[in-house]
Nanobody
Framework: QVQLVESGGGLVQPGGSLRLSCVAS????????MLWYRQAPGKQRELVGL???????NYVDGVKGRFTISRDNAKNTVYLQMNSLKPEDTAAYFC??????????????WGQGTQVTVSS
């Protein structure tokens, strides 16, 4: 069973930075993509961005230019570097991994989340 563990959340002032980490129990290279989601209180979980096996990243418009996803295959870790944080970035952040085997067998795994609060 794949386990994902996020860390690095906390309280930060507007304009500040945080780096979240997601450590997988197995090789992250085995996954088709690693994704970061977030969920603010009272709102639906939303995709923040992803990095695929080839290292290509993609982000939602609201975080482009501020957030960066990277990975360290040797450490089985994916990172979410968040700069220029805004109060609206406040949310629980979740890491997810996608394992596509065939059209009838797509598996996803989730971490427990880490809280990010942006406030003065």
């Amino acid at each position: 069973q794949v386990q994902l563990v996020e860390s690095g959340g906390g309280l930060v002032q507007p304009g500040g930075s945080l780096r979240l980490s997601c450590v997988a129990s197995g090789s992250i290279f085995s996954f088709n993509a690693m994704l970061w989601y977030r969920q603010a209180p009272g709102k639906q979980r939303e995709l923040v961005g992803l990095i695929n096996r080839g290292g290509v990243t993609n982000y939602v418009d609201g975080v482009k230019g501020r957030f960066t996803i990277s990975r360290d295959n040797a450490k089985n870790t994916v990172y979410l570097q968040m700069n220029s944080l805004k109060p609206e970035d406040t949310a629980a952040y979740f890491c997810s991994a996608i394992d596509y085997r065939n059209d009838d067998d797509v598996r996803d795994y989730w971490g427990q989340g880490t809280q990010v609060t942006v406030s003065s």
